[in-house]
Nanobody, 115 residues
Framework: QVQLVESGGGLVQPGGSLRLSCAIS????????MGWYRQAPGKQRELVAG???????KYGDSVKGRFTISRDSGKSTLYLQMNSLEPEDTAVYYC?????????WGQGTQVTVSS
């Protein structure tokens, strides 16, 4: 079992930055992929950024060039650096990891971009 706890969300003005963190505890050795997803009101949950098998990194089209995903070597913390934030980035951001055919999710952290 894996526990995920996100932090770092909040209210920021357009053009600002935030850094999200996801603390990961439990059976980390079996993790094969890690990522950040987001869900805005009335919209489906979407991939923001992910680190997949072999270290491959993928970003959602809307965040390329603005967001950066990273993790520590022990897979105990996942980060998302978000720059040049736009009102359209407003959503609940979730951390997720994949273990075999299972996905674990955190409870999410709210990010609001507004002036």
């Amino acid at each position: 079992q894996v526990q995920l706890v996100e932090s770092g969300g909040g209210l920021v003005q357009p053009g600002g930055s935030l850094r999200l963190s996801c603390a990961i505890s439990g059976s980390r050795l079996s993790i094969s992929a890690m990522g950040w997803y987001r869900q805005a009101p009335g919209k489906q949950r979407e991939l923001v950024a992910g680190i997949f098998s072999g270290g491959a990194i993928k970003y959602g089209d809307s965040v390329k060039g603005r967001f950066t995903i990273s993790r520590d070597s022990g897979k105990s913390t996942l980060y998302l650096q978000m720059n040049s934030l736009e009102p359209e980035d407003t959503a609940v951001y979730y951390c997720s990891v994949t273990r075999g055919n299972m996905n674990d999710w955190g409870q999410g952290t709210q990010v609001t971009v507004s002036s």
